[in-house]
Nanobody
Framework: QVQLVESGGGLVQAGDSLRLSCAAS????????MGWFRQAPGKEREFVAG????????NYADAIKGRFTISRDNAKNTVYLQMNSLAPEDTAVYYC????????????????WGQGTQVTVSS
């Protein structure tokens, strides 16, 4: 069992940066691949970024490629999402998720989910 708690969201202006964190409970965090998803009002939850267990492999959605960076610190049981050059279309609730050996874009393959953190970008 893995419990995930996101933090770091907030209200920012277009062009600003934010770093989201996702703290995981449990001693097996290092064995899970992790992902970030987001859900805007009235839209489906979409994949943002994924990272394998070691941090050596990463996967990004085209919409955020070059602006967002996913990373992890297994010693701290935490995964991060650094978001730069934020735009109003990035406004959403951001969720982290854990999966066994999968860091792709299918949310069905992620087993554990956090409660989400709101990111609002004003123009």
């Amino acid at each position: 069992q893995v419990q995930l708690v996101e933090s770091g969201g907030g209200l920012v202006q277009a062009g600003d940066s934010l770093r989201l964190s996702c703290a995981a409970s449990g001693r097996t965090f290092g064995s899970y691949a992790m992902g970030w998803f987001r859900q805007a009002p009235g839209k489906e939850r979409e994949f943002v970024a994924g990272i394998n267990w070691s941090g050596g492999f990463r996967n990004y959605a085209d919409a955020i490629k070059g602006r967002f960076t996913i990373s992890r610190d297994n010693a701290k049981n935490t995964v991060y999402l650094q978001m730069n050059s934020l735009a109003p279309e990035d406004t959403a609730v951001y969720y982290c998720a854990a999966a066994s050996a999968y860091y792709g874009d299918s949310r069905l393959k992620y087993t554990y989910w956090g409660q989400g953190t709101q990111v609002t970008v004003s123009s």
